[in-house]
């Protein structure tokens, strides 16, 4: 027996012969007529020497039991620890709409694999395991997946602090390419993200698969190529992150998509994805606003009349919304105290915040304000008579100056919704940063799942407050939390020179519109590293807006450059975030070149980053993409006068527009003028 699901550009097919199912193919759109049952007979493999007399099969959960060469996609025991390796014999398939879900069992045990074709294009894909009793689950992996033969790398997303969303291009080998985050988030170091391009593949042009698994407790991946050719890839939750026994498991939804135009055609349906179906927006119609976050202009120094005065100088260059950041609760003069005591320093506020807050709305501002639920100072009330609350041992190693919550535990949840919802329900707050900068000290799904439901509950009691998910940065970004966030801090470097890379690998899985990004001082706080304001500010405007330095303290030129660009974005931003971001194969690796195009293609802005000097004299062609061939567009360069001395000859761009068919713009390409390193070219099209 055999069945097919269909998303957007492409076709799952799948087989039975009486064990758990395995995929047949996964790839383009296959035409409706496609036999099955031929499909199916088209893959069985041959048998050679030094191997079994059959192959067996690399099926949605591969079997321990069944002498599988590979890895297996579930581990488990009995409750008591006996090892288990049950044989499961397909017993029927359930399809409803869009889902279909595939039900085998063995003796006590029912394994069901659900695919669900999503309206955005995306296959979504969970596995269930359910037991007459409770046992134990080591490892279960979420359904799982051939990669493709067609390849010869893949492409997976490491990083640290201040440098995240770095992509490696790993060669597949015979061997396992593993990956496990066992920090209790998604993590800095391996997100959970893959790419599978097929060789040749560019940013706009050739097939590539990629997989996300959409939860932010940590997970392991496994891409692992058997002796015998075949290739398959896992992934779930950490080993051992289901910590108690139980009678029912299920993996976070994994989410998968093919390309037939490169990386572009993945990125734009994760863009779309996350836009579309995963976060649900408290007013959907409501424009991006431009934040302003005054943490790297004060850090725990809070004072009122700084910040009235900074709130007065942010709002005339634009800001439309004021964040207070870490420092307004408890004795909270540094990092080593008070986090988990949420309420109001009256040594800092003797008022309240109120005045702050109606000075901010006085200017046209909405406020939001800087939460770190999660954790807790062992120097902090909550601490102090609460330290059965920490998870893991009090003697534990801090990180920052901090301890985990043990939200696993009902009473923690309710004190943290209670303390959070009454500074909400007190104020006028439209929006929270909500912080996460501890790794975990124990691997524990429970973790997880009660901070979904510390999030779901907050949602549920203020619809109206947008939250940004920040974990030292970047730490905890995926579809998991997204579903309950509406904006991610990508990094706590807003360095543009390091934001510009970032950006543009991170627009592999992100939209523009939940991604923020920042103008920082003019001497970076994490790189010392100095920009001109110009370069800074179109970075930013390439994502979510805002800005963070001490605004007192700029340039009157720089506020000048800061005030234009911001009104550029508030201009751009409705068409903006709502487009496609497009990445461009930059023939000079010293630029690095995006494409954000509207929805419908009329209209688009081409972001080129210099970011170091060229090794030729002039700038290579730059080549658009997604354009239409046989239509005329007029472009624009926006900020000519960035030019500098050197550029001295008669590049068209730099005097007036230029008219040409989409067919030259993506097959020729446009010359820019000769540029500085840190000057960001910003080219404005339009069709005609």
């Known amino acids: 027996m055999q069945w097919r699901m269909d998303a957007g550009v492409q076709t799952l097919a799948l087989t039975s012969d009486g064990g758990v199912p395995l995929v047949i193919y996964w790839g383009a759109r296959l035409p409706e007529a496609e036999d099955l049952a031929q499909l199916a007979a088209s893959t069985r493999h041959d048998l050679t020497g030094g191997m079994l007399d059959q192959l067996s099969a690399l099926t949605l959960t591969p079997e321990s039991g069944r002498a599988f060469a590979g890895q297996p996609g579930l581990i488990c025991a009995e409750a008591d620890g006996t090892p288990l390796h049950p044989l499961f014999i397909f017993d029927r398939a359930e399809r409803h709409a869009d889902r279909l879900t595939l039900i085998s069992q063995a003796p006590g045990l029912t394994l069901s694999h659900r695919i669900t074709a999503q309206p955005t294009g995306m296959f979504t894909l969970q596995t269930v395991l359910e037991a007459a009793r409770d046992i134990r689950v080591l490892w279960l992996a979420a359904p799982v997946l051939p990669a493709p033969q067609a390849a010869d790398h893949m492409i997976d997303v490491h990083g640290r602090w201040v440098r995240e969303f770095h992509l490696n291009h790993v060669a597949w080998t015979t061997g396992i390419r593993a990956r496990e985050a066992r ?194 100072n062992p120097d902090s009330d909550l601490c102090r008579a609460h330290p059965d609350w920490v998870l893991g041992p009090l003697d534990q190693v801090t990180g920052r100056n901090q301890l985990v919550l043990d939200l696993a535990r009902a009473e923690v949840r309710d004190y943290l919704f209670d303390a959070v919802s009454a500074v909400l329900s007190d104020h006028a707050i439209d929006y929270v940063k909500w912080d996460h900068n501890r790794l975990l000290p124990v691997v524990d799904s429970a973790q997880t799942y009660g901070a979904y439901d510390l999030f779901d509950r907050l949602r549920t009691a203020h619809p109206g407050v947008e939250i940004e998910s920040c974990a030292s940065g970047g730490g905890r970004i995926d579809a998991g939390i997204l579903a309950r966030t509406h904006r991610v801090w990508l990094s706590d470097c807003i360095d543009a020179e390091e934001r510009l890379r970032m950006q543009h690998d991170a627009a592999l899985f992100l939209p523009s519109c939940v991604t923020g990004s920042h103008v920082g001082a003019e001497h970076s706080h994490t790189t010392g590293r100095a920009l001109p304001m110009a370069f800074r500010a179109w970075v930013a405007a390439q994502r979510h807006f805002g800005f963070e330095m001490d605004p007192r303290r700029i340039s009157d030129g720089d506020a000048a450059v800061l005030t234009e660009v911001a009104a550029w974005y508030k201009a751009n931003r409705d068409w903006m975030m709502a487009g496609t971001i497009l990445r461009l194969d930059s023939a000079d690796p010293s630029v690095t070149a995006e494409m954000q195009l509207a929805e419908g293609g009329g209209r688009f802005v081409v972001f080129a980053g210099q970011n170091a000097q060229s090794v030729h004299s002039l700038p290579r062609p730059l080549r658009l993409t997604g354009l239409d061939p046989a239509a005329r567009y007029r472009i624009t360069l926006r900020n000519a006068a960035d030019a500098p001395p050197q550029s001295r000859g008669p590049n068209a761009l730099k005097v007036a527009p230029l008219t040409l068919t989409g067919q030259v713009l993506m097959g020729q390409g446009i010359l820019l003028p000769v540029a500085w390193p840190a000057t960001m070219w910003v080219i404005e099209g339009e069709r005609l």
Not at 273 to 302: G, K, L, Q, S
Not at 339 to 360: E, F, M, N, Y
């Open 183 to 376: 920090t209790g988030r998604s993590g800095h170091e391996h997100p959970p993200y893959l790419i599978l391009p097929e060789t040749g593949c560019t940013n706009t042009q050739g097939g590539a698969f990629a997989l996300h698994y959409a939860w932010s407790g940590g997970h392991r991946m496994l891409a692992e190529e058997l002796p015998d050719g075949r290739r398959q890839v896992q992934f779930g939750a950490p080993l051992g992150a289901e910590t108690v026994a139980a009678q029912r498991f299920e993996t976070a939804e994994l989410v998968a998509v093919y390309s037939d135009t490169g990386l572009n055609g993945i990125a734009a349906a994760f863009q779309r994805d996350i836009r579309d179906r995963v976060i649900t927006w408290p007013n959907p119609a409501r424009p991006r606003p431009v934040h302003y976050n005054c943490w790297e202009a004060i850090y725990f120094d809070h004072s009122l009349a700084d910040l009235t005065q900074i709130a007065d100088r942010a709002a005339a260059l634009g800001a439309e919304r004021f964040v207070l950041d870490d420092g307004w609760f408890g004795r909270r003069d540094d990092d080593t105290r008070s986090l988990g005591d949420w309420t109001i320093d009256r040594s800092k506020w003797p008022d309240g915040l109120q005045p702050l807050i109606a000075h901010v709305q006085s200017l046209g501002m909405t406020f939001g304000l800087w939460f770190e639920p999660e954790m807790v």
